[in-house]
Every structure is written in C-alpha cells, then in structure tokens.
C-alpha cells in the first residue's frame, strides 16, 4: 500500500536520487532542506508502506491564499500507477485547508503526460514561459488551478 505523508529531512536520501535521475538541473540537499524548514512550504512523499521505499514526492510554496507547485516527481520504475495524481491531489487538499483557492505550476512543454494529468486535476493553461527550462532549453507551460 502507498502512503502519503509530509517528507521529512531523512528522507532526502531516497529523494535526492530520484530528482538527480529525473531533471536535469536537480535541486540540491542544501535545496531541499531550506524549503522543509520553511513555515510557508509544504513537501509530500509517497511511501510504499511494506519496504518503505519513496516512489515520488511533490512541494509547495503558499502566499496566502495561492500555492506555487514546486516539483512532482515520481520514480520511472513507478510511473502510470497513479503516484503523482494521488500526490498532487493530497498537496491540493491539504493547502486548501490552509486557504489556498489558486494552484500555480510550469511544466516542460515536452512533457504531454504531465501536461495531461494536470489538466484531468482541473488546471488549465494560462501562458508560456518562452526559455524557461535550462538543459535542455525549454519552454514551460504556465498552468493554474482554481477551486471549485
């Protein structure tokens, strides 16, 4: 069974590995470690229950009522099994308790999956970031979400 919980700073060491295998410019420990002690940010991993291995992971950066998605990530071993819709949707629901009405992200215009799996969650396109994304270059699709 795959469980959703708050990352915390021991899990950086499965984390990591997963983010230096799926970007190309990946976030640091350092990185990671300013953003989970921070009050206004919020990082979910899911965890397979049984080996407590991590599958994937996702954050967040609240300003009041607006959410800024900061990555979600899943292993490529453990795609197509609906980690990251399960992942997203908990980081969706765990903010609008906080207050947040508005969901913002950039994707890599290459990636049609994700593109798709965000737009099955509510969002919509709003703009592209021309050159956004480094190594390689890249536009991103600007997406927001708004509550119901």
């Known amino acids: 069974m795959i469980i959703i919980r708050q990352m915390e700073i021991t899990d950086l060491d499965q984390v990591l590995p997963i983010e230096e295998a799926n970007f190309s410019v990946p976030w ?3 990185g990671f470690f300013t953003f989970l ?13 049984e080996t407590s291995e991590i599958l994937g992971y996702c954050g967040i950066i609240l300003s009041r009522d607006e959410g800024d998605i900061t990555n979600v990530c899943v292993r490529e071993a453990d795609r197509r099994k609906g980690i990251g819709r399960k992942l997203v949707e908990r980081l969706i629901g ?25 737009e099955s969650l509510g969002f919509v396109q ?9 190594e ?7 997406m927001s979400r708004r509550a119901a």
Do not use: C, M
């Open 94 to 118: 765990e903010t609008a308790k906080r207050g947040v009405s508005t969901w913002h992200l950039e994707v890599r215009q290459s990636n049609e999956s994700a593109i798709r799996l965000y």
């Open 126 to 134: 709003d703009g592209l970031r021309k050159g956004y994304y480094e």
């Open 136 to 142: 390689p270059k890249e536009d991103a699709v600007l």
């Open 37 to 49: 002690i921070r009050e206004d940010a919020l990082f979910l991993v899911a965890e397979e229950e």
């Open 28 to 30: 640091t420990a350092n």
